[in-house]
Nanobody, 120 residues
Framework: QLQLVESGGGLVKPGGSLSVSCRVS????????IGWFRQAPGKEREEVACRSATGKTSYLRSVEGRFTISRDSAKNTVDLHMNSLQSEDTATYYC??????????????WGQGTQVTVSS
């Protein structure tokens, strides 16, 4: 069964950079779209970035140009590289496997989450 484990969260100052990683095991990355989601206290969860099994990427408008989702085939991970971080990016970040190879909608499998805090 597919399993997802996040790592790499932490505290970063506004304007700084941070990367989080989602290690995928139990299946290959060739069958599922993998997405990064986030949820801040008191807010709804939102999809931040998605990478389809064919490599197509999409982003939440507020992170376009600042965040990049990529795959590391050697490590079997899907990583989210975050630049120019703002306090509004503070949230728990989750990776999830989409129901199909080309969409992160209706994810069926979730990681445990990793906290990203942007604060001076």
């Amino acid at each position: 069964q597919l399993q997802l484990v996040e790592s790499g969260g932490g505290l970063v100052k506004p304007g700084g950079s941070l990367s989080v990683s989602c290690r995928v095991s139990g299946n290959t990355l060739g069958y599922h779209a993998i997405g990064w989601f986030r949820q801040a206290p008191g807010k709804e969860r939102e999809e931040v970035a998605c990478r389809s099994a064919t490599g197509k990427t999409s982003y939440l408008r507020s992170v376009e140009g600042r965040f990049t989702i990529s795959r590391d085939s050697a490590k079997n991970t899907v990583d989210l590289h975050m630049n120019s971080l703002q306090s509004e990016d503070t949230a728990t970040y989750y990776c999830a496997a989409g129901a199909t190879y080309d969409s992160c909608s209706n994810p069926s499998i979730w990681g445990q989450g990793t906290q990203v805090t942007v604060s001076s």
